[in-house]
């Protein structure tokens, strides 16, 4: 074989094989790099329940804003978890820690203590690429035993 029909098939060969290679998902995740948690330093209990999300944003993929669409879904980058499971797990750690409190959401509740309840809604969440993200949310915060009675709400 000449050596210039050499050359062309194998830069064929190696185009087709790029070709053919899928293009490569990136995984992203709200957590923080190192999760050592301390034990909590009060005795306050606290239940937060899942994350209410605007539809277009209950999807694996990473939903940002772009020139072009008021909203791009990027097929290739993707949340490690559910959006929801990923906000919900950092919100909780963060305000758990803040407070020193302890998360009862999933069980372990001591009855001789109140439970407080933080309803959270996600009301905006803007993400442009390489850029930052601007969210905002609304919460209620009620004792879980206290039906009728006053919430807090922001």
Same mark, same amino acid.
């Not at 000449?2 to 957590?31: D, E, H, I, K, M």
């Given at each position: 074989?000449? /050596?210039?029909?050499?050359?062309?098939?194998?830069t064929?060969?190696?185009?087709?094989? =790029?070709?053919a290679?899928?293009?490569?998902?990136? #995984? #992203?995740?709200?957590?923080?790099?190192?999760?050592?948690s301390?034990?909590?330093?009060?005795?306050l209990?606290?239940?937060?329940?899942?994350?209410?999300? /605007?539809e277009?944003l209950?999807?694996?993929?990473?939903?940002?804003?772009s020139?072009?669409?008021?909203?791009?879904?990027?097929?290739?980058?993707?949340w490690?978890?559910?959006?929801n499971?990923?906000?919900?797990?950092?919100?909780?750690?963060g305000?758990?820690?803040?407070?020193?409190?302890?998360?009862?959401?999933?069980? =372990?509740?001591?009855?001789?203590?109140?439970?407080?309840?933080?309803?959270?809604?996600?009301?905006?969440?803007?993400?442009?690429?390489?850029?930052?993200?601007?969210?905002?949310?609304?919460?209620t915060?009620?004792?879980?035993?206290?039906? =009728?009675?006053?919430?807090?709400?922001?």
């Amino acid at each position: 074989m000449a /050596p210039l029909a050499l050359f062309a098939a194998l830069t064929l060969a190696l185009t087709l094989t =790029g070709c053919a290679t899928p293009p490569t998902v990136r #995984y #992203y995740s709200l957590a923080p790099a190192s999760s050592l948690s301390q034990p909590p330093a009060s005795t306050l209990q606290l239940e937060i329940p899942p994350i209410a999300l /605007p539809e277009r944003l209950v999807r694996p993929q990473l939903v940002v804003r772009s020139a072009a669409n008021p909203f791009d879904v990027l097929q290739q980058h993707r949340w490690a978890a559910p959006f929801n499971s990923e906000l919900h797990d950092a919100l909780a750690s963060g305000i758990t820690q803040q407070l020193g409190a302890i998360d009862v959401t999933a069980g =372990g509740r001591l009855a001789s203590q109140p439970v407080y309840r933080i309803a959270v809604q996600l009301r905006q969440w803007d993400a442009a690429v390489d850029s930052q993200v601007q969210a905002s949310f609304s919460w209620t915060i009620r004792r879980a035993d206290s039906y =009728g009675r006053r919430n807090l709400a922001c």
